[in-house]
C-alpha cells in the first residue's frame, strides 16, 4: 500500500511539472502531464518544445519576425522590435 503512494507521489511531480510547461505552451495539458509522469524524459521533450500560439502569461509572439518570446520581454530576443504594451 505504502508503496503505491511512494509511486504516485513519484509520479506525481514531473505530471505536475510537464503539465505547466505544457499549458504555458498552449498544448494538451493532460496529455503532457501523462507522458511526462510515465516518461520523464517527455519533460524535457516539451520544455524545448515552441509553443502552438499565444499564450498569456507564458509566450507571444514577434509581431515583426513572427517567432516566439516570452511573455515578459519588451523587445524580441531575434530582431529586437519593440512588444505592444501586454494587455493584462
Ligand atoms: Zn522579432
Redesign the pocket.
Known amino acids: 500500500m505504502t508503496g503505491y503512494i511512494v509511486l504516485g507521489l513519484v509520479m506525481l511531480l514531473p505530471a505536475i511539472l510537464g503539465g505547466k510547461l505544457a499549458r504555458n505552451r498552449g498544448r494538451n495539458i493532460v496529455l503532457w502531464a501523462l507522458l511526462s509522469a510515465l516518461f520523464p524524459i517527455f519533460i524535457m521533450v516539451i520544455y524545448f518544445e515552441k509553443p502552438v500560439r499565444d499564450v498569456p502569461g507564458g509566450f507571444r509572439r514577434?509581431?515583426?519576425?513572427?517567432?516566439f518570446?516570452p511573455w515578459k520581454v519588451t523587445h524580441?530576443?531575434?530582431?529586437?522590435?519593440e512588444f505592444p504594451v501586454s494587455p493584462l
Request: glycine share 0%; proline share 8%.
Open positions: 514577434c509581431p515583426s519576425c513572427r517567432e518570446n524580441c530576443k531575434y530582431c529586437t522590435a
